[in-house]
């Protein structure tokens, strides 16, 4: 059995919404996060929302939110920032939120709404994760005691402890829900009007991915940098302190050497505020507040700096050695079997999206419009990626009696509506009464028809399966198809290939020529015998499609591209 690896629509849709997800995060993510902005993340994750909830007015598909998420979570490693994993998961998130919601109460305005608010209040959220993760729970109770202090001593009757959480989860929400009415905004626009063609124009841009020097990258690094985590871990909770901190210390050291990130870590002067922030406020609350002495406020406060130490410079080393090659591949042969594929199509369109991304000033001064006219080049590049994956072979895959003729029988009149030279065979059912006689055999260029396949014999007619076969429509059919590929025609039709070519009758003979042609061919074929067909004719450049009310216009417009493709480059 011959496997198929075919990109569906979906994953093709979502690395182009992952693309532009991604040259936004990596354009002006940077930018934003050089100048300091506060809530720059804030402002990255509504430009997020807006690209999903506006796309989805043009894509109604199932799906594709968490995988243009998913997409632009990977391509952040491309982003010259040092610390990707926590943004690479919160941006996983957010789409998971909106996927969500959206699979709830659909895409509605509440569904949207909903999902935006969810999806931007996870950077609260995050943030105070990431405290506990770098701090531990010891970092709640300095917060916890200095704040019911403050009470205290000020004599407020409002709870401190909560109300800054929940003053800032409503402000968060507040942005989620502008995000999600600009989506829709810009959304409503796309589905209106159609937008100039700018991806041609962004063609020659050149960006330079890889900003990292060359490293040599180890997996045993990997496992080795993992087990110095956990140890340190383990030292830190059930050792003195005179052994966590050497043993802490010479870890840092380690590292520094190995990797420049961590030395980039380190000498940020927001990690040293930190650093002196937590000890003094951990040593003040220990010692005033919980009545302890002045150096075990200091050691708790110390202790708890070296555990973000440990987690800040542990991932940004990790993200080192996992952007080892070999470790990409290994995750990529492991992963969904389409995954891939999409990925390399959105490394391939991330220059072109990084120069439609306008400067910060542009955006401030008229953001929907920017943002319409940078996600509207998404159908453009939809198209250009179906007719570049758009194989020589295209192959109409359902059971019995979904409408695969019917499509052939549409597709052949598009397709000649467009004055392209169709040629080959279509095999209409006969019914009488709602009952199947059988089948006749068409010719589609000239239009001659004749008696294929019938219940009952006649004349001696040879029987295959509850068929009979008739002569002459046999003989019709082998006669317009071996015609077929000796012809000037620009696409060739079979319909209802099966059965009888697996076992070497029917067109099995002239099959063997048309595969091989540079002509396209259409072929119908019951799904339970596609694997079969495909590995009896070893076939290479074909794509499978399921029956679909439009899929004759699908195929349609793969096919004209693909001839209007070879005409202009001939």
């Not at 063609?203 to 110095?228: A, C, G, M, Q």
């Not at 990797?259 to 380190?266: P, S």
């Not at 999409?342 to 991304?357: H, R």
Request: charged content about 15%.
């Amino acid at each position: 059995m011959s496997s198929r690896i075919e990109i569906s629509e979906k994953w093709i849709k979502a690395s182009i919404i992952g693309t532009i997800w991604a040259a936004s995060e990596i354009v002006l993510g940077s930018f934003l996060h050089n100048l300091r902005i506060p809530f720059s993340s804030n402002v990255l994750t509504a430009i997020g929302i807006i690209i999903l909830v506006s796309t989805s007015f043009k894509w109604t598909s199932k799906g594709v939110f968490w995988r243009a998420g998913l997409i632009c979570a990977l391509m952040k490693t491309m982003s010259p920032s040092a610390v990707i994993i926590g943004p690479m998961v919160a941006i996983f998130s957010q789409s998971l939120f909106l996927e969500l919601f959206t699979r709830i109460f659909g895409r509605t305005y509440l569904g949207f709404t909903l999902g935006a608010i969810f999806a931007m209040s996870w950077n609260l959220f995050h943030k105070i994760l990431n405290f506990i993760i770098y701090y531990g729970f010891n970092i709640v109770n300095v917060y916890s005691d200095l704040l019911k202090y403050a009470q205290k001593q000020l004599n407020i009757q409002v709870d401190l402890v909560w109300s800054p959480i929940i003053a800032l989860a409503l402000i968060y929400a507040l942005l989620g829900f502008l995000s999600a009415v600009i989506g829709i905004r810009v959304g409503r626009q796309l589905a209106k009007h159609t937008s100039e063609n700018l991806l041609s124009k962004a063609k020659e841009y050149k960006y330079s991915f890889n900003n990292r020097h060359p490293f040599d990258y180890s997996v045993t690094w990997l496992f080795v940098n993992i087990t110095l985590i956990v140890g340190a871990f383990i030292l830190l909770n059930f050792s003195t302190w005179p052994f966590w901190g050497a043993s802490i210390f010479t870890i840092v050291i380690i590292w520094i050497i190995r990797y420049k990130r961590a030395l980039r870590q380190l000498s940020r002067p927001r990690f040293w505020i930190f650093f002196a922030l937590i000890t003094m406020g951990t040593s003040f609350v220990v010692s005033k507040i919980q009545g302890e002495s002045l150096a075990y406020g200091l050691l708790i406060g110390i202790q708890m700096n070296f555990r973000a130490a440990i987690v800040i410079l542990g991932f940004s080393v990790l993200g080192t050695e996992l952007s080892n090659p070999r470790v990409r591949d290994f995750f990529l042969k492991t992963s969904f079997r389409q995954f891939p594929l999409a990925l390399e199509l959105s490394f391939e369109s991330l220059p072109m999206m990084i120069a439609l991304v306008p400067e910060f000033k542009s955006m401030t001064r008229k953001p929907v419009s920017v943002l319409h006219q940078v996600i509207s080049q998404v159908e453009y590049r939809l198209n250009e990626v179906r007719q570049r994956l758009a194989k020589p072979i295209f192959i109409i895959a359902d059971t019995v009696g979904q409408g695969k003729t019917t499509q052939v029988h549409k597709l052949v009149e598009t397709l000649k509506s467009r004055n392209i030279a169709v040629h080959g065979v279509y095999s209409p059912r006969v019914m009488d009464n709602g009952h199947t006689l059988g089948y006749d055999i068409v010719d589609i260029a000239t239009g001659d028809r004749a008696t294929f396949l019938r219940l009952e014999s006649e004349n001696g007619w040879e029987r295959f399966g509850k068929f009979c076969i008739c002569p002459q429509g046999l003989e019709l059919g082998v006669k317009t198809l071996a015609h077929a590929a000796q012809s000037n025609a620009e696409v060739i039709v079979v319909d209802e290939v099966g059965r009888m070519e697996l076992e070497n009758m029917g067109w099995c003979e002239i099959m063997g020529k048309l595969v091989n042609n540079s002509t396209p061919l259409v072929m119908a074929i019951r799904d339970i015998f596609v694997d079969d067909i495909i590995g009896k004719w070893n076939l290479k450049n074909y794509s499978v499609f399921g029956v679909s009310d439009d899929l004759h216009r699908e195929i349609s417009t793969l096919i004209t591209g693909r001839i209007d493709g070879s005409n202009t480059s001939a």
